[in-house]
Structures are given as structure tokens and as C-alpha cells.
């Protein structure tokens, strides 16, 4: 059963990945929210060194194969985030912005190993910060008035990628804690794909109303928006 668990969530959580960046490519945005993105990122690239160090493990591939997959979604989120912000965020607002975000991304994944060990910070953290990217997915369906750069995959993906190490960590190993955190995670999980199942169409904010990336121009027919102008 833990080995079923455990595969259900690794390849729930790839595809997840995997879907991200294929939305966010289809429609030039970012695919998860930001703030969410970070965290994962970090919690991947610290983990995958920490299992290294002690030794090649399927765990450690793993992490490095999804940090891998971050960094294409961190590449979405450079060449399309900033026409999501207010006009006021210039480019080099944008990336001091970007840079103090995933710093302090890695500075709470060494506070919860400082804190907690290697064991429970792992754990602590990962559920934590799944709570956190659950709330943020239907924030951003709210933001970005629909469905646009989301994917009802990847969102029953990441239910099923958090529900399997609930049955896991929470029930067969008794830990009340991450039991919690988890059933909150399907709360709001459920209640994101119940807004994607109701709105089939991709709509909301397009790539019309964005600002283009540097050295990119403008499709045929979209309307261009002055790089000072609010996007909201």
C-alpha cells in the first residue's frame, strides 16, 4: 500500500508538471501561482541535494527531475508574468520582486530543517505549502476572471497528487497534523475543480490584453496595451 501511495503521488505530481508547462506555453502565461511556484521549487532543490548527499535515491531523482520542470515554469512566469501586474512594476521592479520571492522561498525550507530535522521538515513544509498553492489556484481563477492558463488536469493531478501521502503520512502512519493539512488541501481542491468543471471554456484574461515580451510582437489583429497602463 505505501508503495502504491507513493507511486499514485509521484506520477500525479509529474503530471501536474508536465501540464503546467504545457498550459503555460499554449497560453502565454504562467500556470501556477507564483508564490506556490517558489516554494516548490525550493523545497524540490533542497531535498534533492540533501538526498544526494547521503546517497543516490529514487526520492532524490525524482526532486531533481520536478525542479527540473519548475525551471521551465519559472521561464513562463519571467517572459509573461509581469503583463499580469500593474503597469507601475518595471522590469527591474519585476525582478527584484522576483528574486526577494524565491530567496525568501529558500530561507523557510532552511527555517523548518533548522527547526524541525530533515524528517518531519520535509513533511511539515510540503503539506503546508500544498495548503497554500490550493488556496492561491482558485485566487488566481478569480484574478484572471476564468480558466485561462489553467487546466482542470492538472487540478484533479494535484488533488490526487496531495490526497495519496494524506492516506500515507496522515492515516497509515497516524500523524493528526499532516492528516489536517491534508484534508484541508482537498477542500479547497475540490472546490477549484468544481470552477474549472463549470467554466469549460479557457476564458478570461488572453494574451490580447497582455503586454508582449521583449523582442515579441503582437499578433494579427490584438489590440496593443501601453506598457504604463494597468492590466487590471
Not at 499554449?26 to 507564483?34: L, Q
Not at 535515491?57 to 503583463?83: E, F, K
Not at 475540490?190 to 510582437?217: N, Q, S
Request: hydrophobic share 55%; glycine share 8%.
Amino acid at each position: 500500500m505505501d508503495l502504491l501511495l507513493t507511486l499514485i503521488s509521484g506520477l500525479a505530481w509529474t503530471l501536474v508538471y508536465a501540464e503546467a508547462i504545457r498550459v503555460g506555453l499554449r497560453d502565454r502565461t504562467y500556470a501556477m501561482p507564483v508564490a506556490a511556484l517558489a516554494l516548490n521549487f525550493a523545497w524540490e532543490s533542497t531535498y534533492a541535494v540533501r538526498e544526494f548527499s547521503v546517497g543516490v535515491s529514487a526520492q532524490g531523482i525524482v526532486n531533481v527531475v520536478w525542479a527540473l520542470a519548475d525551471i521551465v515554469i519559472v521561464y513562463t512566469y519571467l517572459r509573461y508574468g509581469r503583463a499580469e501586474l500593474p503597469g507601475f512594476v518595471t522590469r527591474p521592479l519585476f525582478a527584484v520582486w522576483t528574486a526577494l520571492l524565491f530567496a525568501s522561498a529558500f530561507a523557510v525550507q532552511w527555517l523548518f530543517l533548522a527547526h524541525f530535522g530533515h524528517h518531519d521538515a520535509s513533511r511539515y513544509s510540503a503539506f503546508l505549502q500544498n495548503l497554500l498553492m490550493s488556496g492561491l489556484f482558485i485566487a488566481l481563477y478569480a484574478s484572471r476572471g476564468g480558466r485561462h492558463g489553467q487546466s482542470l488536469v492538472m487540478a484533479v493531478a494535484k488533488w490526487l497528487g496531495t490526497l495519496a501521502p494524506t492516506i500515507l503520512f496522515g492515516v497509515i502512519e497516524d500523524a493528526p497534523f499532516i492528516l489536517g493539512l491534508g484534508l484541508l488541501c482537498t477542500v479547497f481542491d475540490l472546490a477549484y475543480i468544481a470552477l474549472l468543471a463549470r467554466d469549460p471554456a479557457a476564458g478570461g484574461k488572453t494574451a490580447a490584453g497582455a503586454v508582449p515580451a521583449a523582442g515579441e510582437e503582437p499578433a494579427a489583429g490584438e489590440p496593443v496595451r501601453s506598457p504604463s497602463a494597468p492590466s487590471r
